[in-house]
């Protein structure tokens, strides 16, 4: 009987995130890939992840909505609440042999809150990165909540064991997206982003050179959000390059973003950016490979574009914490700094490469971690 | 304006444990109380907390209807997730400058969740001890949403600080029930248990002494709940001293400890055993004093009868982990053992006291706490 | 194909109703069954149903924990919350063809909205009566939600299609549970109840006649709950005869009932009354067939005792509305009168029998209607 | 003491509904207003009531977050329970005197199952109407659970009665929409829907004669949403008048209207055509008076229209059985029957005005009702 191993996506990026592993976990004749997907992972207006993924080769085994709408602390605190009780429902029907969570929205606590509760084995992927803000709280929870721990760098494997954690439970296998990178690198496929996805905008001409943009709202500072998207809209106004601008996920904040876009659109403000939602990752990553220089506060810019020697300028606090490196340019709030970033990118030409987060080969090396792994059980801190 | 303490109650225990901690709070004019009940403290059949609060002089803020009814994992699980449910809704009306979480029982994630989302500062009382099972994941899991830690020893402070969470965070106050015993071992007025909770069995002698059991399920080790209590049960037979047994908590598993109990007794197996439940703490503490030795699982074996000096025979895994004074002794789930280790007190004589889990100040320690602490505005990992 | 009957009990009382009907569907090659268990069917305490129905040779599809504990209205109102939420879930996955509820309890309404929210059409067993109180609401709102009625008695198919209900989708099959009354009237075995079920009290020698007692309390009188109890009990003591007396189900108020009960009980007030739970329907109705008159508000005084002939003493209003055979003599909450009209019955001697509410075919006749009903696509009103 | 009444708005149509009555209640000193604003009221996607209501000079007593994003029939089946929770927190905090309950969207069980089930009397506005769909059955069952039913026609009053209500508990007192109608009637001040506004599309001159168009997807026929709207925006393009059209409602459904008016709207196919959401009501209004025609499927084509002899164009079933003035032209989801209805409307002139649904004194006749009326214990059918 193959292991089952339930994997909950409850949001785009995770999905990106995790893909090669799925893959993997597919491919092999001793596991069973049960594919659960909730929260935003389900919301058109973020990108319906359900066709993706079965254009992807993989079945979804269990949809589950649990957004309340409202975009608030409230609701993603009660979200969550929900999550707890679907999920629960899920697992309880599904029977995994191990649960996997990704990284550190908000949502995986409910994963993980679910699974560990139920006395199902408990896997986190991406654990012991330092981010701050709520996701910091989450991720480190999901931490103490998890038997194995798959960590993306070798700086997180250490922090994840002086948690207390015990060490043959904590494995390095490198970030499955940069997998993802990869792969996208070497395609070389014919890929026209505004044939494909359309988006709002005008069709822009990216053959010299272009920006992309990627800002999340940030939680813990709800009311500056609408200020601090200002900033880069006006950055972006002011470099003048072609410019690519991805929608955030859904999150405390997202709607101040949203309506500040739609305001310098009206104006006719934003004459070369288009605006895209729902890329898919695979296409993302193939933009990010010919982008010049990709601005906001998305993880990507750290991770992804460290491995493909991608320049990036970091706004803000949200990746604070997070290992850099040699491609990353951090500035604050602020138009003038982000330009400046922009052009000292320029200036200094391609970044050099870095396997800090991964070297291609993180799904394979997952899937066979959770083929392998012997649960104990029951957890303890390691603390004598 | 005083600061608003808002401190949430799932279960009677906490509130026992907390009981000092909540008056010194009330008696501070920089701080206002707001007492939340939730999960099993508001249930009869595991004892009333509202009215035994209220005749202890406190308000209740809200009380909120928690506990799906079920008593397996599933609905332990969903009762989490409506625990965040509610616990956000009175957070968001409430709005308190603070929230207060007690210990490791699994609802008291819901308080942490909720508060953290809400990004409304949490305090943990009773984190970094060493207990396994559900509880241990719980509890550290709550540490890290945790902004501010006050522990019960100088080993708890110590693991706290190396999960990573800043040493000026991490405050020694010693465990609030510690002072509960303090106060009850020094109270000399009339008390007579059965006159005053009824009960069910036989009116005993004490005079020549007693034994006290208190036995919870293990909810890992669910099946086996039956097995482990008719261990006891059988042991306690063979001591035919009298007893006075109290009964265990809500949780998955409490079915088979109420249910073996009823058969023994409805065969007449246990004519000197004497069945309690929902009896007030300070009272609870006042048999203690005058037992001659507690036999279970319960963690009043470890803290309160450390410093009370009362002889404990601690069963099974339970608290594996937590500190020990002198006057434990560890057996299995094996009614020879607990026999043996019950005589072995009895030659022994009372064992020495010990302030390993606090001095009887810790109350008044935790509502100055509370008073000065400046919560900052976000956490991170302390390792460079 | 045979079409999928899905058929949600949410108590005992309901799956007696229902028995016959389901081992008619469960017959027939045309239907398959899909017994979804839900509320305080699934709990201990009031009696698990779960084991019961794999004894009566049904598969369970289905088991949702959907009972808040409380016993309050407002646990009453968020468990009809909980239930939509989670019968959405099963129906979603069990997609049946047709979705049966059974009578009035508050949990019913769970049923009916997440069936005709989901574009399931509906079948509403026992619409039509009146008995006052929420049931009452409880009912024909249900009926106002349903496609298809399969009433009890002719007055009821009446004023169902005076409601404005098709009067081709209102059908008379008389009432299920009258079926299972015939069908444990012709049993022969032996049977001992005491033997059997346990219960608590002294074995009673019923050989010269004996009582039975089914009250439960009524919802929208909550405070009065004791009072109404204590009165039935006085009477109960005067009386002086054997007596087996039966717990409500869960129910605002049911609390009251237990403790009153075990207050007499300790006080050693009722030598002469033996207390169960969770007797099996076939084998309360042996009971019955033999006692020499029921005491309370329980429907089966009205319904199943009508078609057997035994003398029935009705308290209260909880039954008012609902059409009564010859057997019933109604009385207040007066100790008085219901010692006087179980006198009265003894002096009247055996009531003549009544197919008021059924003729023990119903099961056959629901089943077949399940088999043929052609669903509309819409239904409104039918009065011009 | 002001007799305490909560009115529940679930979208922003009802909220335009009800306003006359609610401001006669806030304008009574015998009456309290407790107004809750909850499920897709609160969305910004749809208009955010919460301002509008503030700057109408009434107070919110609670926002309640209770609709599942998703917009599909489990997730409207889901967030009606999630409704009933939050409602049960609420009134059980309010404690209102009295609640009230608005016309038939799906939502509107939640309050009237939480209400009834907490034994608040309820009151229902608007029942007894006919319209098929689920909105048919939720409106029934909605009158089933309520107390007092205020009713906009004297059909409908007669309809309640029928379905078994007592008559002295079915008072006619219009519909208070008519209310509305006439208040923004008789308003000349200045009003520019562009510049209010804004909106999606071009400036268009009105003066020459104008469209308006409001059609909602319907629930039971969830699959055609698309092409029945498709059938409207081709009439509207044929037509080629200036056309200002609204968005509708969440409902199963609304995603396929959205997605059609985008797709046609970015291949410019309806220049003359101008988007709008979130008018507020009394706008709405003075619109319509100066329309040429309404087109789709809304209550108001019906009922308002009918006050103010506006032409209108029904399209399909969704206002099936509701009553009719001399405006309404009735079609069926077809392009060319739209076109002649329009056509032959112009031909005819201005139809004659109707006092069907109300004279304009809706709302004060409601809140005396609701000052006056005395709660009775108990409802049962009144069928002898």
Redesign the interface.
């Known amino acids: 009987m193959p292991r089952k191993i339930c994997v909950v996506i409850t949001a785009r990026p995770s999905y990106a995130r995790i893909w090669s592993a799925l893959a993997a976990i597919r491919d092999r004749s001793d596991l069973e890939l049960q594919l659960v997907l909730c929260a935003s992972a ?3 207006r973020y990108g319906k992840l359900t066709d993706i993924v079965r254009r992807d080769g993989l079945d979804v085994a269990e949809q589950l ?6 975009e ?7 979200s ?7 999920l ?2 899920a697992f ?2 599904l029977k995994p042999d191990l649960v996997v969570t990704i990284a550190d929205r ?1 949502e995986t ?2 994963t ?3 699974a ?4 199902i084995p408990l896997v986190h992927v991406q654990g012991g990165e ?1 981010t ?3 996701d ?3 991720r ?6 998890s038997d194995l721990h798959l960590v993306s760098t070798h700086k997180a494997r ?2 994840v064991i ?3 954690e015990r060490p043959e439970a904590v494995v390095w296998t490198g970030c499955p997206s940069i997998d993802l990178a990869a792969i996208a690198e070497r395609d070389e496929s014919e890929f026209d982003v505004f044939s494909s996805y ?1 988006g709002v905008g005008p069709v822009l001409d990216l053959s010299g050179g272009f920006l992309m943009v990627m800002q999340h709202p940030v ?2 500072e709800y009311g500056a959000a609408r200020d601090q998207i200002v900033e880069t809209i006006e950055a972006v106004r002011r470099l003048a390059m072609p410019t690519l601008w991805f929608w955030p996920n859904v999150d405390a904040g997202s ?1 101040a973003v949203s309506k500040m876009i739609r305001v310098y659109r ?1 104006r006719n403000a934003l004459p070369h950016v288009h605006l895209f939602r729902n890329v898919a990752p695979e296409h993302f990553i193939r933009l990010l490979v010919r982008s010049s220089c990709i601005i906001g506060n998305s993880s990507v810019g750290i991770r992804e574009c460290s491995f493909l020697g991608v320049p990036a300028v970091n706004i803000g ?1 949200r990746q ?2 997070r290992e850099r490196g040699p491609n990353v340019l951090d500035v604050g709030y602020d138009r003038d700094q982000i330009v400046e970033a922009v052009t000292l990118h320029e200036r200094r030409g391609r970044p050099v490469r870095s396997h800090l987060y991964g070297d291609g080969e993180a799904g394979v090396r997952i899937a066979a971690e959770l083929a392998s792994w012997a649960p104990s ?5 390691t ?1 004598d």
């Open positions: 389900l919301h058109d909505f649990t957004l309340i709408e409202g608030n602390l409230v609701t993603s605190a009660k969550t609440g929900l999550g707890i009780i679907e629960t429902t309880d029907r908000y606590l409910a993980a809150v679910a560990s509760y139920l006395n330092i701050g803000s709520i910091e709280k989450v480190h929870a999901v931490t103490k909540l250490d922090r002086r948690m207390g359309g939680t813990t709607d009206e606090a604070a914490g059980v029951e957890k303890r801190l603390y």
